[in-house]
């Protein structure tokens, strides 16, 4: 068979590893997949940056469209990112043309992934994105295919290194999230404009990546609640240890109430489950199951090596001929989910409140908790310094979260606490 | 297109859980692989028997081998197990016949994985078996497809749930080797007969599937090292505990000195890691890679669901038209691995010697280490009871397996020792 022909756009660092992979691997990899790979074409912005690659015979495209459009290949690798155009106008003009699309891009996919998969689908071709989702774990694989024929209940999992980083170190130096964030920034694990990451909002796209091939719908990014980890203290994080828990920014999708709950916050994971012992850069990513049960996956998240070698899985599945719907299910065939509301979750949940240490506090706050059927599993207030603002901390019992917020709006009616309320939701696996 | 004819040998636990599926949602699971399931053959030994499911209109064949050969199917699913006939046969039929296979039978693939796999591959025929390995963890899938780019350096985990939950037990009860199996055999999680799981031959049979399929070498089962549980214990797991390890039997293989080392036995994995947190039941593998690094999958290793999704997923490559080389690469290039020998590896230990305490004890032991260059990383001797017989653990630096075995000999000739000593062989990963 003749040798598969790659264009590459975007020659950044995951894109330069995979030029290399093709490069100097092409040929052996016939092995795994049947022909030989041959990077045909590639475009960048800049053509005399040094990648530490030979490009070998490929042509350069100043336009990444012009590459999509014209340039002799038999797949298009998208590595260039964001959510709108060159990387959307170039997909677009490779799927018209019929060449299949490989892409680490989660924003594309999240805005525009069914209009893409429609198009891609309409012409038998492949578009696929295992790099757009926690880097080398192949996680849309497992979920695709290796769990296939099971009914997906929950997926879940830490999604973004950088905040895992921040959050494994607070808890081991002991030290806030500025200072440990300032230090992520200067070791190059948090971008110098961290909001996309520690906002939430990244963990967000690949959360609507992995519900739509879990549940066969289209990504609902706009449907997904969404606080990120700039508020967790180094206080609450010690409260969690205390209460034999660590707190990790989650993703979590599951079926409740026949429709798909969707939520990225920081979260209590117990100590000793898997998640609870996911540190540093890396991601892990759990299914449950009807079938299997339960699975968890974990990896590197990010990084060239990981990330290459999730488009690699793609290209070997593009060269073998294998062509699946982008989603798991054909995208003619799959709308937005029916979503369940966020204030109807239900879920335990750790409260820590700043109270002036004097007579009756506890009893308001326990008032306030009660009116709204809220019970409290335990209660922990470590120091006492009569007259001065100290933390009270508690862990409830189940309640939906409605109620939880009409309680704390009520705790601060009262005047009784100094500051906001801290709640951060907990997750029992 | 026309519905997938599945044809199905075995209709045990897992046979009956995937008739069930396909029965029931085989029309459904066409989203899935774009063509509807239809179960039309089966063959069992007990006609009679309820399996709690209807059988549809499936032909019933008394003879798997018939069935293989002449049942009006589009793919042959073999659950009967066993390495020779009734399996062997069947699926050489329905091979020769141009079917396509799919099978859990890890003792089949181990003997004669290789000629199965050129026979079909001859044929341009899919010869999938997802559930011979680690249940419902996708890990075929994964290292032949999602990490197929990558050179994997070592391949590991947990293989056995049975000795996994015995292990589990031991160390969270404090009970002997025998009670807890006894235990395990009432419940139901260890066979009558145990030997093939607690002596390390079912890990040996998984673990050398995974080697072929990492490094795209012949399994090997008679290459592989292997010791089973029988001799930990109690004792051992407490000592363990004290140096921050827990033990248990691991499958390993890796690329050593031009070499495939593969090897089953008891092993210190540290606390804190992810296969020391797996417990019971549960399966997990690592896979250390040259891009993607380390990742690992857990899931149940075992069970009706587990299997039956492993087998649906084979399934539903088989219905897409999917058709990858059994052992990732095309079975007439594969050959035996180059072994690389037990006694050469190297590796660090925990050696417990029961001992009568009397003077210069320690100085004989160390002495016999110190002839084999064997040097002492940190030693325990708890209980001192003069003249009565006491255990000395030690743990030890890095040293080759020949020297450990000459050294251990060595302490056996002194005559200091009232029992063989014990070694476990300790694992950083």
Known sequence: MTALRVGIAGLGTVGAAVAKIIVENGAALASRCGRALQLTAVSARDRAKDRGVSLGAAEWFADPVKLAQSAPIDVFVELMGGEGDPAKAAVEA???????????????????????????????????????????????????????????????????????????????????????????????????????????????????????????????????????????????????????????????????NGGIEQRVHPAMVPLGTP???????????????????????????????????????????????????????????????????MGAHVGACYLRFTVIDRPGVIAVLSRCLADQSISIESMLQRSRSPGEAVPVVMITHEASELSMVKALSAVVATGVVTEQPCMIRMERF
Chains 1, 2 share one sequence.
């Open 94 to 256: 490779a799927i018209a043309r019929g060449v299949p699309v490989i892409t680490a891009n989660k924003a594309l996919l999240a805005h525009h992934g069914v209009a893409l998969a429609k198009a891609a689908e309409a012409k038998g071709l492949a578009l696929n994105y295992e790099a757009a989702v926690a880097g080398g774990i192949p996680i849309v694989k497992a979920l695709r295919e290796g769990l296939g024929a099971n009914r997906v209940e929950r997926v879940y999992g830490i999604l973004n290194g950088t905040c895992n980083y921040i959050l494994t170190t607070m808890e081991s130096s002991g030290r806030s999230f500025a200072d440990v964030l300032a230090e992520a920034q200067r070791l190059g694990y948090a971008e110098a404009d961290p909001t996309f990451d520690i906002g939430g909002m990244d963990t967000a796209h690949k959360l609507c990546l992995l519900a739509a091939v879990a549940f066969g719908n289209a990504p609902a990014l706009d449907e997904i609640h969404v606080e990120g980890i700039e508020r967790v203290s180094p206080m609450d994080i010690m409260f969690a240890r205390e209460f034999g828990f660590r707190i990790k920014l989650l993703g979590l999708a599951s079926r409740v």
């Open 275 to 341: 998640l609870a012992d996911v540190d540093g850069v890396f991601n892990a990513v759990v299914a449950d199951c009807n079938l299997a049960g339960k699975s968890v996956y974990e990896g590197r998240g990010a990084g060239a090596g990981p990330t290459a070698s999730a488009v690699m899985s793609d290209v070997l599945d593009v060269a073998r001929g294998v062509r699946l719907p982008t989603f798991g299910a054909p995208a003619v065939h799959i709308g937005r989910p029916k979503v369940a509301s």
